[in-house]
Structure formats: structure tokens, C-alpha cells
């Protein structure tokens, strides 16, 4: 009894402080958490991240992330003299300008898994690089997206009332509410965030809302959608040549729901290979590793425990990482 307590409180959980996915890899690719973050990583890129949480229980959390960007180049106009002996490009002088902003297109999938709830999310993302000296930058990000969520109750165990060893009959008014308000939901989802960051400094805060805020429409589905934020501060210690360590504060917030703080401590070595670790107050601890097959694949994996109770039902997390740059 006490187990299936467990497992029921570990899945309430996750209906109120995981709607927004959860990652290890992060430094890998900040625009997970923050559209702005396109604007650190100038390269065209395609990447992929899956996660499988908590393993033991069934049916636990699963995330697959396909996140993809390019930056936006201005063609360079080149004049030819027809008069002149020669044929050769000329580039004409451009006027000086002060602010040259930097434009960022890119979209991301992603599908998560918890219990018997799941949603597919669709967006696009945009970002502008604005050089505010030779040393610092600012980026601000926008994505805008469908959202559509589900509840499967052929997953969700409900034990009767009034005799648990019966099949369920009825009565419980949260199971039932889901079921009359029907299984799924469509709805908008968005996300806004601020970039500041140099060569070795970066700070990062952003909002998100799953779906439609109640606020402008009347809610039309039991999936209540909540804001969330997210901050990160990061700095990157030049140890010695190629050889880089990078510690990182992650501080993220449900409305209604606790902060949950991570650290993370990352090491690279000649540019090619990382390796970290990773803390999630009073959750989990794990490590990572990863490096660059050439020059346009990038690999990693990382793997977590709980640090909590859940520790002794547990088998721990995996994560891989994927990405392609063109």
C-alpha cells in the first residue's frame, strides 16, 4: 500500500511541476529553455534529445526534444565595371553602423510522456542578436506554437472507493472530471526570453505558458496550462589552452509550484571532448559526457539517480544527445 501511495504522489508531481520538459544536457543547447539562446551558436544546426526518468515504476516520464536553427545572412551585393579590362568582384564601402542586429529562424518537437498524460508540442522559434559593445550581447527570443495534450485512461489506476479490490465504480472527482471534459485538448503555447552573455559570462531568463491563459479565454478542458520561468547564470574559467570548466545555476519555477534549483559543473578538454556533472536539489545527481565526431556531429549522454526516497524503487535516468551542424 505504502508503494502505491509512493507511486501515486510521484505522479501528482509530475502533473504540477512538470509540464515544461526536463533536461540534463542543457549547456548543449540553451534553446530548449530560452528561444533567445539561438543566438550563442551561429552554425545551422538539427538536434535531439531524449530522456527517460525515474525507470522502475512504469509508464515514467519520457521526453524526446527535436530542436533546429539557422541564423539569417545577408547576401553580399558584388558590382562589376563592363568598361573595365579586368572582371574582377568589387565590394562596395557600407556605411558604418552602430547596431547590426543578428536574426535567428529555427522550430522545435517535442513529445513528452508522464503517466497517463502526454502532449505533442509544435512551435517556431525567432531571435535577435544585438552587439551592445565589443565585450557583451543581448538576445531576445520569441516562440509560438500548438500544443496538444492528452489523457489516456486505459493508464491511469484508480482503485474503487469503496472495496479496492474491485474495479473502479466511480466516485472520485478529479478522475472523473477528466473524463468529462474530455480527452484531449488543443491549444496555443508561447515562450519569451532574454539572453546577456559574453565569451565567458552568460545570463538567461524566459517565460512559458503551455496553453491559452485563462485570463483572455474561458478554460475549455480540464488541462490547466500554468506559466512557467526559467533563469540560468553561467561563467566559463580558462583553467589552461584547451582546457575549459564551466559551472552553471538553473533555477525553475511552475506557478504554484516549488523553484527547483540545478547545478551543473562542466568540463572541456581541446574544444573536442565534455564531461560534467549535474545536482537537482533534494531529487538527483548524475554525470555526463559527450564530444565532436567531426566537425558537424556531436554526441553526448548522461545518466542520473534520485537522491531522495524514490532511490529504492528507482533505476535511475538516461539521456542522449544528438546534433548536426550544416
Known amino acids: 500500500m505504502r508503494l502505491m501511495t509512493l507511486v501515486f504522489t510521484i505522479f501528482s508531481l ?65 558590382i562589376f565595371n563592363p568598361g573595365s579590362r579586368i572582371q574582377r568582384e568589387y565590394e562596395p564601402l557600407q556605411k558604418k553602423k552602430n547596431i547590426v542586429l543578428q536574426h535567428f529562424v529555427g522550430g522545435q518537437v517535442i513529445s513528452d510522456n508522464y503517466g497517463a498524460f502526454k502532449y505533442l508540442d509544435v512551435s517556431g522559434s525567432y531571435a535577435a542578436n544585438i552587439p551592445i559593445n565589443k565585450t557583451w550581447k543581448l538576445s531576445a527570443g520569441l516562440r509560438m506554437g500548438l500544443r496538444n495534450n492528452v489523457f489516456s485512461p486505459s493508464q491511469a489506476s484508480v482503485l474503487n472507493l469503496n472495496d479496492p479490490q474491485l474495479p473502479y465504480g466511480g466516485g472520485d472527482a478529479t478522475y472523473d472530471a477528466y473524463l468529462a471534459n474530455g480527452l484531449r485538448a488543443l491549444s496555443l503555447s508561447s515562450g519569451f526570453g532574454l539572453t546577456l552573455f559574453s565569451k565567458k559570462v552568460i545570463f538567461s531568463g524566459a517565460i512559458h505558458h503551455g496553453g491559452i491563459p485563462n485570463g483572455l479565454v474561458q478554460q475549455t478542458s480540464f488541462f490547466d496550462q500554468q506559466y512557467h520561468w526559467n533563469a540560468l547564470v553561467g561563467y566559463t574559467f580558462k583553467i589552461a589552452n584547451g582546457l575549459d570548466l564551466q559551472p552553471i545555476i538553473v533555477a525553475k519555477q511552475m506557478n504554484h509550484g516549488p523553484v527547483s534549483l540545478e547545478a551543473t559543473l562542466m568540463t572541456t578538454i581541446n574544444y573536442i571532448f565534455w564531461a560534467g556533472i549535474n545536482y537537482q536539489y533534494n531529487a538527483s545527481a548524475g554525470l555526463m559526457a559527450g564530444m565532436e565526431v567531426s566537425d558537424n556531429l556531436k554526441i553526448g549522454y548522461a545518466f542520473d539517480f534520485s537522491t531522495n526516497r524514490i532511490n529504492r524503487f528507482s533505476n535511475g535516468g538516461h539521456e542522449i544527445y544528438l546534433s548536426y551542424g550544416f
Open 14 to 78: 509530475s502533473l504540477l511541476g512538470q509540464q515544461m520538459p526536463q533536461f540534463r544536457q542543457i549547456p548543449m543547447n540553451y534553446s530548449v529553455y530560452n528561444p533567445s539562446g539561438m543566438a550563442m551558436n551561429k552554425q545551422s544546426n538539427i538536434s535531439l534529445l531524449a530522456r527517460w526518468q525515474m525507470l522502475g515504476f512504469g509508464n515514467e516520464p519520457r521526453t524526446i526534444a527535436c530542436i533546429g536553427q539557422t541564423m539569417i545572412k545577408k547576401k553580399v551585393k558584388t
